[in-house]
C-alpha cells in the first residue's frame, strides 16, 4: 500500500507562484506514474498534469499548460507541481495521484486510473 501527502498549498495573489510536493511512502515496488487532479467548490475534479515514471513524458491540462510544471525525483519519491502565473480560477484543493505502470513511459489522465490518492492541499489565488 503506497500512502500519498501533498503539501505546499496556500493564499497566494494572481501572477505569483507555488510549488506543490507530494510524498509518497510505503510499499512502493514497482514503476508508477503520477498526476495531479484538482477540485474548485461546486465543481467536478479536473485533471491537471501527469507524468511517468521515467519523468521522459508529460501531460497538461490546456487550461494550465505554459504555466504549470509537473516533475519528480524518484530518489526521494517526491513529486512536484511547480505553479506559475497563477489565476483565481485555479482556485480549488488539489489532489495528487499515483499508480503502479506497466512500463516506465506510462502515464493516466483519468482519474479512475490512480489507484492511490493524497488527501488534498488547497490552493487559493485572490484577485
Known amino acids: 500500500h503506497v500512502q500519498l501527502v501533498e503539501s505546499g498549498g496556500g493564499l497566494v495573489q494572481a501572477g505569483d507562484s507555488l510549488r506543490l510536493s507530494c510524498a509518497a511512502s510505503g510499499r512502493i515496488l514497482r514503476s508508477y506514474a503520477t498526476g495531479w487532479f484538482r477540485q474548485a467548490p461546486g465543481k467536478e475534479p479536473e485533471f491537471v498534469a501527469t507524468i511517468s515514471w521515467s519523468g521522459s513524458r508529460t501531460y497538461y491540462a490546456d487550461s494550465v499548460k505554459g504555466r504549470f510544471t509537473i516533475s519528480r525525483d524518484n530518489t526521494k519519491n517526491t513529486m512536484y507541481l511547480q505553479m506559475n502565473s497563477l489565476k483565481p480560477e485555479d482556485t480549488a484543493v488539489y489532489y495528487c495521484?499515483?499508480?503502479?505502470?506497466?512500463?516506465?513511459?506510462?502515464?493516466?489522465?483519468?482519474?479512475?486510473?490512480?489507484?492511490?490518492w493524497g488527501q488534498g492541499t488547497q490552493v487559493t489565488v485572490s484577485s
Open positions: 495521484a499515483a499508480s503502479e505502470t506497466h512500463s516506465s513511459d506510462d502515464y493516466y489522465q483519468r482519474g479512475y486510473e490512480y489507484r492511490y
